[in-house]
């Protein structure tokens, strides 16, 4: 059997070897000494360590004593009682999460080594992927809100940059700033919900703050809501979904291991590691419920109605993790974790398959004259042609949600700050103004 | 005290001044002028740096002082735990700025300026005097004033004579007092810093309202804000640069206010921290809806002091050790901000965003810094500005958890706001209404290593960051005179 020191030194390979290897790329690409073929060595044998290093450490975790495991590497930086703490914590949930991760990153890697060979990106995108990979791991295994923060923070930067990826082009970069906006705001809940634990709580340590959650009052409301915030940003729910589709634009790779399958479920995994708080508020359980519900409808029903796969298959993603948020609000937690799982092999593969996928259908289209996607449009022949024209327009429109944030959030917002800088220009114009009124005074007075 | 630790206490301010003083008058010609300003910007970098590296190293921090002279002439100059960080700043700030000024832009005594406010600056962190502190501080505006006079813009002059005139009759008249008060009272040296903070003796409230509200009005404060975005938009940017980006706002507040002053800022404490707050968010909503570059700096700056005053004004170590290390980091992401900008502005021949755009394809290396600086501006994890805004808000939260939510608020629209001046300058395709930007070059070897070097400190310190929480420690236990103060008065109340 492994003590836990050198468990803890094992399973840190998780985060770490990635971490090592999008650095030693980074050095290689401003050495300009990166080539594909090293770029490609070094990251599968980042991704092949941290994973190798996690399956010894998981294996060693199930022959040793029952129940979570919490291992300490001391504190990154301390101040007036104030501590951060580098704690990881392993149980079932992290465990079978993190082994996803490294298992999905091991397959993207040896995908992508073909899929954009020869493109001016490879090694960009390389090393985000392994930035990404150790940010999705940091996250999965931090044993407290503070380390699953800077986790959740490079997740979410190498996302967008990820979606920004064909930087020449307009459509992506605007998409990148769809999400950069989407992900930032709803850091606000995730910050909010951190201080507020070490406010109400002493603490944000997730099995200690289990603890002082049932001995001391505290905000379970305020917690509560500001968390599932932050899990709707990272999770695409409604009303804050409107980036997922965006999100696209990246290489078929990016889409399938972030948007499909890892990135997407940051928050339903945010939600199921505080799932013992998120008890105390009932709040914060309708929200995800009411919050989930909502978008598994009209996500489906935007994926109908989408013109192009990708966009249908984010649609149906978001549908699906709307679902996951409803069984958590349920308190239903193995059936959302397998359901985590299970969804992200599933659109992994599907966003993976989608290109070649898409040439099939053609083809099966142009050989029967007809697909499957007629049979759907059959069925909705039941309903009245007014109804249908009417949730038609809706689901194409993705019933009006980004036109009435774009009209109500960000035009006010833009408008309050142009009208503030006008203001401050009045301000600087009228300094100068009275100096010439002074002087053109003194002048008549002459 | 070493030797060579007290001849590096006059030579880091000295030497600026008499460097400005040999290219105003013995230099002629861009290129002379560029190579021995660069002369001399080098070996004060170096000293000020193995001065920090000397003091900071130690592990029970003293202070180094050289103090010289009696009474009304009397000159005290000291490395301390507030300043030794500061001083390779400045040093390197300055260095930075000398080398990426164009050569075209050397003219009409641009160098020698810098050196001045170089000088200045370098005198004002050292002088443990506070008569000393004043005229530097005045000392380092009047560059700008006179720059100023020389430029086109009406309102910026108005604004300089205005602030020049403000600091210089603020300082002066809480000076005098000061001494008046402080020889009344039987200080020898009234206005040596040491002397004061170890005597009884405590200056009148309206003392220490001047100097707070000439540090509030260095900081760029609101409403005394309006110097900073004139001065980036309208002055000659490199010397704006290192006149305005620099923590001497900050550093009057802890060096003068919190030490000398805590009648003042203990009462003051609610006031300056709702003033703190709001800068922070005014300054955050003006920055988003810019489209000029240098203007999204100075409102970016602007905001973040109201970051750094909140914190001040907090008066817990958490937040304070948070705003000091705030301060600091604000600077190095603010000034490459800036240079980033004026190379791209050299290079573009404009800062509007409307007309830029895909300057990522021919520009790689300046694009990818502009990316990590702005991310550690916003405080991406792994950079300095992470662990100092985590201080500040675990600083707040105990009594002002109402702030934290409002800085929260401001950290996510000013990354916002980053990642639009990034996009639009460097991403997509160029902007319809672009000059021809397919000649656009890169950063150069030289420009490279500058800001590489400014990124390298932003990450060292933000992995690394207690070594530079230890050296403030000193400064962070001051606060707990001024918080003692504010309670009894709270309790007298």
């Known amino acids: ?446 | 005290m070493s030797a060579w630790v007290q001849y590096s206490l006059i030579f880091l301010w000295l030497t600026p001044l008499l460097a400005a003083a040999a290219l105003r008058w013995g230099v002629r010609g861009a290129a002379k002028q560029r190579a021995l300003s660069l002369g001399f910007a080098v070996p004060i970098f170096l000293v000020a740096c193995a001065l920090f590296v000397h003091e900071g190293t130690r592990h029970a921090y003293k202070e180094d002082h050289l103090e010289q002279g009696l009474g009304w002439l009397h000159s005290h100059f000291a490395v301390d735990g507030l300043n030794a960080v500061l001083l390779p700043l400045t040093a390197g700030l300055t260095l930075v700025a000398l080398l990426m000024t164009p050569r075209a832009d050397m003219r009409a005594g641009l160098a020698a300026k810098i050196m001045v406010v170089e000088g200045a600056l370098m005198g004002s962190f050292l002088a443990l005097d506070a008569g000393l502190l004043s005229i530097f501080v005045v000392l380092s505006l009047l560059p700008l004033w006179f720059d100023a006079k020389h430029r086109g813009s009406r309102p910026l002059q108005v604004i300089m004579k205005s602030l020049v005139a403000a600091t210089t009759a603020a300082l002066t008249v809480a000076m005098i007092g000061l001494a008046l008060e402080a020889s009344a009272a039987g200080v020898a040296n009234p206005l040596d810093l040491v002397a004061l903070a170890s005597s009884p003796y405590s200056p009148s409230p309206w003392i220490g309202t001047l100097v707070l509200a000439v540090a509030l009005l260095r900081m760029g404060i609101v409403p005394l804000h309006l110097w900073i975005p004139a001065t980036a938009q309208h002055s000659t940017p490199h010397l704006a640069l290192v006149t305005c980006l620099t923590p001497l706002g900050s550093f009057m507040l802890a060096r003068l206010a919190l030490a000398i002053f805590p009648r003042v800022l203990g009462p003051a404490a609610p006031l300056l921290m709702a003033v703190g707050a709001f800068t922070a968010l005014y300054g955050a909503f003006l920055a988003v809806g810019q489209f000029d570059l240098r203007r999204i700096v100075a409102w970016f700056w602007v905001s973040q002091s109201g970051l750094v005053l909140a914190g001040f004004a907090g008066l817990d170590d958490a937040s304070v050790s948070g705003a000091l290390l705030q301060a600091m980091s604000t600077v190095v992401e603010c000034g490459g901000l800036m240079l980033l900008t004026l190379a791209v502005e050299v290079r573009a021949n404009t800062t509007d965003l409307r007309k830029l755009g895909g300057l990522a394809h021919n520009a790689p290396r300046m694009a990818t810094a502009y990316l990590i600086l702005a991310a550690a501006a916003v405080g991406f994890p792994g950079t300095i500005s992470f662990v100092a805004e985590d201080l500040v808000g675990q600083g707040l939260l105990r009594d002002h958890p109402f702030v934290v939510g409002l800085l929260f608020i401001v950290t996510a629209v000013n990354g916002i706001t980053l990642w639009r001046a990034f996009k639009r300058t460097f991403l997509g395709p160029p902007s319809p209404h672009a000059d021809d930007l397919r000649g656009f070059e890169d950063l150069r070897r030289w420009e490279t290593y500058a800001i590489g070097g400014m990124i390298a400190t932003l990450l060292l310190g933000g992995f690394l960051p207690e070594p530079l929480l230890a050296v403030r420690r000193g400064v962070v236990d001051a606060i707990g005179r001024v918080e003692a103060v504010a309670l009894t008065a709270g309790e007298g109340h």
Request: with cysteine.
């Open chain 1, 1 to 446: 059997m492994i003590d836990s020191n050198s468990l803890a030194h094992v399973i840190a390979l998780a985060p770490a070897a990635p971490a090592l290897g999008g650095l030693i790329i980074a050095l290689l690409l401003a050495a300009r000494l990166a080539s594909e073929r090293l770029v490609a060595t070094v990251a599968q044998t980042a991704i092949g360590l941290g994973f190798l290093g996690l399956l010894v450490g998981l294996l060693g975790w199930t022959l040793g004593p029952a129940g979570p495991l919490q291992l300490g590497f001391g504190s990154w930086y301390q101040g007036a009682g104030y501590d951060f703490r580098i704690d990881l914590l392993i149980d079932g949930r992290s465990a079978a999460v993190s082994a996803l991760v490294s298992l999905l990153l091991a397959a993207t890697s040896q995908f992508s080594i073909a899929y954009l060979h020869r493109e001016p990106g490879f090694n960009r995108f390389f090393l985000l992927m392994l930035l990404f990979g150790a940010g999705m791991q940091t996250l999965v295994l931090a044993g407290n809100l503070e380390l699953l923060f800077v986790g959740w923070e490079i997740v979410g930067m190498t996302s967008v940059l990820l979606v920004g990826f064909f930087h020449e082009r307009q459509g992506p970069v605007k998409a990148a700033t769809r999400v950069l906006v989407t992900y930032r705001l709803c850091d606000i809940g995730l910050l909010t919900a951190g201080v507020s634990l070490h406010r109400w709580l002493h603490t944000s340590d997730w099995l200690a703050a289990e603890q002082a959650a049932l001995a001391s009052p505290w905000p379970s409301t305020f917690v509560g809501l500001s968390l599932v915030f932050a899990a709707m940003g990272k999770s695409a729910q409604f009303p804050l979904g409107g980036w997922l589709p965006r999100a696209m634009e990246g290489p078929t790779a990016s889409s399938a291991v972030f948007y499909g399958s890892l990135s997407v479920h940051a928050g339903v995994y945010l939600l199921l590691r505080a799932a013992p708080l998120l008890e105390h508020s009932w709040a914060a359980q309708t929200m995800m419920i009411g919050v989930g519900a909502i978008t598994a409808v009209i996500s489906a029903m935007s994926s109908q109605a989408s013109p192009d796969a990708k966009s249908a298959l984010s649609y149906a993603t978001a549908s699906q993790v709307g679902l996951m948020f409803v069984e958590i609000g349920f308190g239903l937690y193995t059936i959302a974790t397998i359901h985590l799982v299970a969804h992200a092999m599933l659109r992994y593969y599907q966003f993976l398959r989608t290109p070649s996928a898409l040439q099939d259908a053609l083809a099966r289209r142009a050989a029967l004259g007809r697909t499957e996607a007629d049979e759907g449009a059959v069925r909705w022949e039941a309903l009245g042609l007014r109804t249908r024209r009417y949730v038609y327009r809706m689901a194409i429109e993705r019933f009006d949600v980004e036109i009435a944030l774009e009209r109500y959030v960000v035009r006010p917002v833009m408008a309050l700050s142009r009208r503030l800088d006008r203001l401050e220009s009045q301000l600087l114009a009228l300094h100068g103004e009275s100096e010439r009124r002074g002087r053109a005074l003194k002048g008549d007075r002459r």
